[in-house]
């Protein structure tokens, strides 16, 4: 079954699904990428930091992945958040991909060394005009700051990638940011494998036939949002493909609201 997109404030569309990769190194993340492929994803969650971007744009060209059907995500690390830095490490993430562009480029964390978000969205919008990045968006910015980075370009924000799990159930920050046209993108969507053996996680899980993960990423899928799984096993590859033809009912879908609710 394919995976459903999300078409974002850009225009563009996102496929729901992705594939997490950070951990991923070297011929482990060449061997992984193209089993997921195979398998049938067709969107990657990268970014400058997890030094693997090289590996991704290897496998990609050996196995000639037709580009224009791969969703690829990119991030700028907080070392290189001046408008000159950005531009370079956006340079370095094309070469190692060898791609023209990535779908959507992201600033990795806020503010770090207290350079203004106007600074890199700068950087963003030349970079975007250049054809480098079909979207834009942030990524661990809280309300506040997300505000201000929508603010600071007149670029659409089309996502914000936060930490978001079944224990980490920030509904505050989804409901401003989904209001304002910016989607989120769960990342640890699976608290890192540390939801298997959450009590109400097993129950739905086993009254749909599925695993505690499928259901815990399914959760997040019927709150629109995004989700990118790292997963490096074949079984795991495919139970996270396995997310679209069935669903969670709404009392179940309450009953996991209340595992983790967040304030934030
Ligand atoms: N923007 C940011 O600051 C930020 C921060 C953290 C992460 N991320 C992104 O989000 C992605 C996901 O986060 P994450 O890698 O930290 O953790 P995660 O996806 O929550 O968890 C990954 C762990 O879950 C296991 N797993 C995967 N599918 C499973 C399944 N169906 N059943 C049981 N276990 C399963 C994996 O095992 P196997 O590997 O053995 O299959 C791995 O140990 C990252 O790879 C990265 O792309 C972004």
């Known amino acids: ?25 070297g011929q482990q993340c060449k061997d992984v990428v193209k089993e997921a492929l195979e398998l049938g994803y067709t969107h990657l969650d990268s970014a400058w930091m997890y030094e693997n971007q090289d590996a991704i744009g290897q496998v990609l060209k050996e196995i000639g992945a037709d580009r224009d059907s791969l969703f690829i995500t990119s991030k700028i690390w907080h070392s290189h958040l001046e408008y000159e830095a950005t531009l370079e490490q956006m340079e370095e993430i094309l070469r190692d991909l060898q791609t023209e562009y990535v779908d959507l480029l992201l600033i990795h964390h806020p503010g770090h060394q207290g ?27 809280s309300i506040e700051q997300t505000d201000r980075a929508r603010a600071a370009t007149g670029l659409p924000i089309c996502t914000n990638q936060v930490e978001y799990h079944l224990r980490h159930n920030r509904e505050r920050l989804r409901h401003h940011c989904h209001a304002h046209n910016v989607v989120l993108t ?55 493909l396995d997310l679209f033809d069935w669903q969670i009912g709404d009392e179940e879908m309450a009953r996991l609201d209340g595992v983790g609710a967040d304030p934030d």
């Open 1 to 25: 079954m394919s995976t459903p997109d999300i078409t974002l404030a850009s225009g563009h569309a996102i496929p729901q699904l992705g594939l997490g990769t950070w951990m991923l190194r």
């Open 115 to 141: 350079v203004p978000v106007e600074r890199t969205l700068a950087a963003f919008e030349k970079i975007h005009a250049a054809g480098q990045a079909k979207s834009i968006g942030i990524s661990n910015f």
């Open 186 to 240: 769960a990342h640890r969507p699976l608290a890192q494998g540390d939801l298997a053996q959450d009590e109400a996680l097993k129950q739905v899980a086993a009254e749909h036939g599925k695993t505690p993960a499928q259901v815990a990423l399914k959760w997040l899928l019927q709150k629109d949002m995004i989700v990118i799984p790292k997963a490096s096993s074949t079984a795991h590859l495919r139970d996270n």
